[in-house]
């Protein structure tokens, strides 16, 4: 099993930043990318950003391009989500997900951090 714990989201001001990290334990070799996600109340969850633990290119949905940056500490089990220039639209709950070796799923999840971007 592989367990993920979000941390770093809060309230914010349209145009600040806020930095998300999420720290893997467990068997974290049984996983091979990692990626956020989030939902806001009354929608789908929808992607957010990507990227492998061996490196490589990250992915990123449209709507965070430029904004939001995806990186990883492989000596910490920890990928992080820089978010800039913030907006209202990014209200949502953010959640990290680890990818299966296995099945190549999103099979793991975090319990999820609120992240409110006030206008």
């Known amino acids: 099993q592989v367990q993920l714990v979000e941390s770093g989201g809060g309230l914010v001001q349209a145009g600040g930043s806020l930095e998300l990290s999420c720290a893997a334990s467990?068997?974290?070799?049984?996983?091979?990318?990692m990626g956020w996600f989030r939902q806001a109340p009354g929608k789908e969850r929808d992607f957010v950003a990507t990227i492998a633990w061996s490196g490589g290119r990250a992915r990123y949905a449209e709507s965070v391009k430029g904004r939001f940056t995806i990186a990883r500490d492989n000596a910490k089990n920890t990928v992080y989500l820089q978010m800039n220039s913030l907006k209202p639209d990014d209200t949502a709950v953010y959640y990290c997900?680890?990818?299966?070796?296995?099945?190549?799923?999103?099979?793991?999840w975090g319990q999820g951090t609120q992240v409110t971007v006030s206008s």
């Open positions: 997900a680890a990818r299966s070796t296995v099945t190549y799923e999103y099979e793991y």
């Open positions: 467990g068997r974290t070799s049984s996983t091979y990318a």
